[in-house]
């Protein structure tokens, strides 16, 4: 996942718990990011992306299309 995308922070992370796909992605790391044994995140950006994850979490209820919709109603009525 992107970090910058989907946690709102620099960085990004691969998971697995599967061996051989682990294998297969590291054989592939240095083209598209590096080698696995240098680089890494700052406490900081760990910390924003980990904020950034957990908002993205959190329920916007069932019903957040109809409010987006009625918010665009009631900044621009029937101009457009």
Do not use: C
């Given at each position: 996942?992107?970090?910058?995308?989907?946690?709102?922070?620099?960085g990004?992370l691969?998971?697995?718990?599967?061996?051989?796909h682990?294998?297969?992605l590291?054989?592939w790391?240095?083209?598209?990011e590096?080698?696995s044994t240098?680089?890494?995140?700052?406490?900081k950006?760990?910390?924003a992306?980990?904020v950034?994850?957990?908002g993205?979490?959190?329920p916007v209820?069932?019903?957040?299309?109809q409010?987006?919709?009625?918010?665009?109603k009631?900044d621009?009525g029937?101009?457009?």
């Open positions: 996942m992107s970090g910058r995308k989907s946690g709102g922070a620099r990004g691969i998971a697995t718990n599967h061996k051989q682990f294998d297969h590291m054989t790391l240095p083209v598209y590096g080698f240098y680089g890494g995140m700052s406490t950006e760990i910390e992306m980990a950034g994850l957990f993205r979490l959190e209820g069932g019903d957040w299309g409010k987006v919709v009625d918010a665009f009631a621009f029937d101009e457009l």
